[in-house]
C-alpha cells in the first residue's frame, strides 16, 4: 500500500507502487503482450567462432511445416548496427557489425538467418533446416592473443584487432620517488548480465508503413532511432514501448540485430512477428560485461602516500566493438578511483576477440577501475605492513579538495570519502574483527578470517533528459519522462518529488514513460542516469507549473503572486486559509483549462557517487570454501528522494558485484565455443548465498543538479566486489598469498593456498 501525503513527500520511505503486478504476476512482459495472428521468429545463429560462410541452405526450412519465411542478411539487405557514438570518434566502416552475418561469422551466437513460422515449435524447427555451411577459421579467443602483432585480424579490412587505444600522461619515470613499487597483473573476467526475462521485440505493422513495436529495453527512444534508420523510415513511422523489463542491467541498453530483423521481416511480411530469446540463446546473443586484463604498479614513499600509478589495461570487447567503447571508456576515466594520485601514465587498449560482443553492464567500466586500484591498494598495504584502512586513510581525497580533476581527467563534483570510511569501519566494527582475526591466526584455525575494504566512486549521470508536468481542471496531474524504467521505480520516485512540489497526494500522479508514442523525446535508463537527470527535469518543469499556478492563483484571488503561497491540495492567501482554491479551481480558470510545462535538463557533467564497503569472510584453508560472513556497504549518492529504493537498488548491485567476486564467469573453450551458456553451467548467486546486507550512508550533495541528487543504480557492483576479493586475499595473508583472479572459487582458493606454500 502506498503511504499518505505526508508521508509519501520526496526524501521518505514510499514502498514501490510497482511492485503489486510484479509479485502477483501480473505484469505484461513481451512474450504476454496479447496479439492475435502474430507469427514466431526465430534466429539461426553461428555454431562457429569465427568462419567464412560459403552457403546458406534454406530450402529444407521454407518446405517446413508452417514456415512463411526464410530471411538472410542478403534477403535483408539491411546497413550495419551503428557503434555508440563517442565524442570525436566516428564509427568505422570496415569494423562494421551486420545485423544477419553474409560472408564472416565472428562469434558463437552470431545471427545469420531469421525462420518466420506460425508457431515457435515451427520456426525452431526450421531452423534446424537451414544449412550454413561455412569455412572455419582459426578462433581467437585470448585478449592477449588478439592483441599481438602477429595475430590475424578478425576484420581484415581493418588489419588490427586493436581497435580502441589511448595514452594518458606522458612521464620518463612516472613512479619517480616511490620508496616502494608494487604490481599485480589483475584479470577482471567476462560476466553475463542474466535478466529474468531474456531479449524480446514484437512488431507489428499498422499500415502505411508504421510499427508498433513492443520491445524489452531500456532506451526506446534509441531503439526507435536504430530500426527507423535501418529501415529508411522517419521515426514518426515507429513507436517503440517497452512494457515490464525483467531487468535490463546495461545490456538492453542499445539496438541489436536482432531488433532491426525482426522489424524488417514484419515490414516485409505484413503481418505481425515476435522473437523471445531463450535462456541458452540470451546467454550467447545479449552482450556481456566486463572483460579486462589489468598491468599495474603502484609507487609509494614508506609511510604510505601514492607518488604515481602506471598501468596497461586491455578490454575485451568481443566479436564486435558495438557498444564496447562505453565501458572501456569509463574504466579508463575512473582508473585513479577516491585517491590523490599526482602522476599517472595509462595505456589502455581494446581488442577485438571471437566471442560474444561486450556492453555495458551494470557499473560499466567503474568496477573494472575500482578493482584495480582496490586491489593495488591492499597489495601495497601488504608490502609496507600497514592496515588496508590506514594507507587509504592517507590518501584519499578530502572534502576541500573538491572539485578536483584527476590525472585521468575526470571532474570529481564533491566527496567526502574519509567521512564514508569511518562510518563503515565504525558498523563493521572493525577493531573487534581484527582482533577475531588475530586470535584464529595465532592459533592456526584452519578456518580463517578476512576482512576487506574498498573505498571507491564512479560516475553517473551526465547528459540530457526529458520531463514534462501537467496539472488538468480535472485536478488530474501528469508526468511525462523519457526515462524508461525497469525495475528502478521511477512511478514512485517521480511521483514523490512532484506530490511533495504541488502539494497533492503522490498516489494521484501520473506517470507516462517507456512510450516513444507518449512521450515526446528522451533518452532511457542506465548509467544511473534517471533520478538525477530525468528527476531534475520533472522538478524543473514542475517549478514552471508553480509559477504559472501562482499567477493564476493570484488572478482569482485578486491578490499579489508574493502573497499567494501553495497550501495543501491547492493555494491561498498568506496567512488568509479562508481564500484557498483548489488546483482544479485555479487550472479551470486559464484559457487552455490545464497548466503544463516541460524540460529538457542538461547535466553537461557526471556525478560521482561514492561509498566504503566491508567484506567480511570465513575462508577453510583446507578446502577453498569462503563462506561470506558479513557485507557492509556505506553509500553516498548525494540527496535520496526515496531511501526505500535506493536501498533496493544497492541491494541489487551488491548481489550481482558479489556473484562476480565470487562465482560467475562466461568461459569458452580453446575454439570458441561457449561452455557457460545456461544457468547450470554460469553461477549467478541466490538469496540462499549472501547475507543480510548491512547498510549505512553519508549525505554528499552534488552541485550539478537542483536535486543535489547523485546515481545509486550501480554503486553496489562498483564498490563490493573488490572489497570481497579483498577479504579473501586477506584472510590467507599468513600463507603468503598476495593475489587470486576472481571468481574465487573454492578450487582456486585452495590451488592459491597450495602454490602460495610451494
Ligand atoms: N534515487 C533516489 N535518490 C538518489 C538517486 C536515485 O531516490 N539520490 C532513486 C531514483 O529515483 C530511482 C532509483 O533510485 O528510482 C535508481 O536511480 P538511478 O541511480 O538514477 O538509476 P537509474 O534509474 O538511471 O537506473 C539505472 C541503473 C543501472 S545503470 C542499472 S545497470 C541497473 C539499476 O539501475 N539495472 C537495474 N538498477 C536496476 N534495478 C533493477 N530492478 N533492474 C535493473 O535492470
Redesign the pocket.
Known sequence: MIMDTTTSTTGNRVRRREDPPLLTGAAKYVADIDCPGALHAVFVRSDRAHGTITAVDVADAIASPGVLAVLTGKDLDLPPIPETPRPGHLSRPALARPCLAIDRVRYVGEPIALVVATTAAAARDGADQVVVEMDTLPAIIDLEAAGAPESQPIFPDFGSNVVLESHTGEYDDVLAGAEVVVRGRFVNQRVAAV?MEPGGILVIPEGDGYLDCFVSCQTPFVVRGGIARALNKPESRVRVRAPE?G????AKGGVYPEHVVVAAAAARLGRPIRHVETRSENMVAMSHGRGQLQEVALGARRDGTLVGMEARTVTDVGGYLWRGALPWNRARLMVTGVYRIPRLSLHSLAVVTNTTPIGP???AGRPEAAAMIERAMDMLAQELGMDPAEIRRRNLLEPQDFPYTTASGASYDSGAYAAALEEALSLSGYEELRREQAARRAVGDVCQLGIGLSTFTEI?GEGFEYGSVRVSDDGSVVVTTG?S??????E???SQLVGTMLSVPATIVRIVHSDTGAVPRGVG????????LA?SAIVEAGEEVLRQAREAAADLLEADPQDVVLVEGGWAVNGVPATRLSWEEIVASVPERQLSAESDFTQAEGTYPFGAHVAVVEVDTETGGVRLRRIIAVDD???????M??EG?VH??LAQGIGQALFEEVRYDDLGNPITANLADYGVPSAAELPSFELGETVTPSPRNP?G??????SGAVGVTPAVQNAVIDALAPFGVRHIDMPLTAERVWRAIRSAGE
Open positions: 535478466p523489463v531487468g535490463g542491467f546495461g553492464y551494470r557499473g553517473s526515462a524504467p525497469h525495475g528502478q521505480g521511477h514512485t520516485a517521480f535508463t542506465f548509467g544511473s542516469r534517471s533520478g538525477q528527476g549518492c548525494g540527496r535520496v528522494i526515496n531511501p529504493i535506493v537498488q541489487g548491485g536535486l541528487a547523485k546515481g545509486v543504480g550501480e
